[in-house]
C-alpha cells in the first residue's frame, strides 16, 4: 500500500534544536523505522544516552560531534556516522551549528533513548 505524508510533524525539544519527524511513530505511526530532519543552534548539546536502537545520522551542514568509549568523533557536511545500540553516546554540534538527517531503527522514542 502507497502511503502519502503530507508533512513532517515538529518534535519539541528544549535547547533550540528542531525536529522534524517525516517518517516514525509521531509523523506516520511507523514503529520500526523513523526519518528526522534535525537543526541544531551553534553549540547545542544533548545529555549522554544509551539507546536502544541504530541510529545512521547524514551531516548536510555544519558538524556534528559525537562523544563515546572510544573518544570524541566528528562528522562533518557530506559525511556521515552510524551508532549501535547499547552504545553510549553525547551528541553535539559545533560553533557554526548544523542541519542533518537521523534515521533510526526501529523508530525513536523517548523511552527507547535511554538519556542520562
Do not use: N
Given at each position: 500500500?502507497?502511503?502519502?505524508?503530507?508533512?513532517?510533524?515538529?518534535?519539541?525539544?528544549?535547547?533550540?534544536?528542531?525536529?522534524?519527524?517525516?517518517?516514525?511513530?509521531?509523523?506516520?505511526?511507523?514503529?520500526?523505522?523513523?526519518?528526522?530532519?534535525?537543526?541544531?543552534?551553534?553549540?547545542?548539546?544533548?545529555p549522554?544516552?544509551?539507546?536502544?536502537f541504530?541510529?545512521?545520522?547524514?551531516?548536510?551542514?555544519?558538524?556534528?560531534?559525537?562523544?563515546?568509549?572510544?573518544?570524541?568523533?566528528?562528522?562533518a557536511?557530506?559525511?556521515?556516522?552510524?551508532?549501535?545500540?547499547g552504545?553510549?553516546?553525547?551528541?553535539?554540534?559545533?560553533?557554526?551549528?548544523?542541519?542533518?538527517?537521523?534515521?533510526?531503527?526501529?523508530?525513536?522514542?523517548?523511552?527507547?533513548?535511554?538519556?542520562?
Open positions: 500500500m502507497v502511503r502519502k505524508i503530507e508533512g513532517p510533524a515538529r518534535i519539541p525539544v528544549p535547547g533550540g534544536k528542531l525536529i522534524d519527524e517525516h517518517v516514525g511513530r509521531v509523523s506516520s505511526g511507523d514503529e520500526a523505522i523513523s526519518i528526522a530532519h534535525m537543526t541544531a543552534p551553534p553549540g547545542w548539546e544533548e549522554a544516552q544509551t539507546p536502544s541504530t541510529e545512521y545520522t547524514v551531516v548536510l551542514r555544519g558538524t556534528v560531534i559525537v562523544e563515546h568509549a572510544e573518544g570524541v568523533t566528528e562528522v557536511a557530506g559525511q556521515s556516522l552510524v551508532t549501535e545500540p552504545e553510549k553516546v553525547r551528541y553535539r554540534v559545533g560553533p557554526e551549528g548544523a542541519e542533518y538527517i537521523a534515521v533510526c531503527l526501529p523508530a525513536f522514542a523517548p523511552d527507547a533513548a535511554g538519556r542520562d
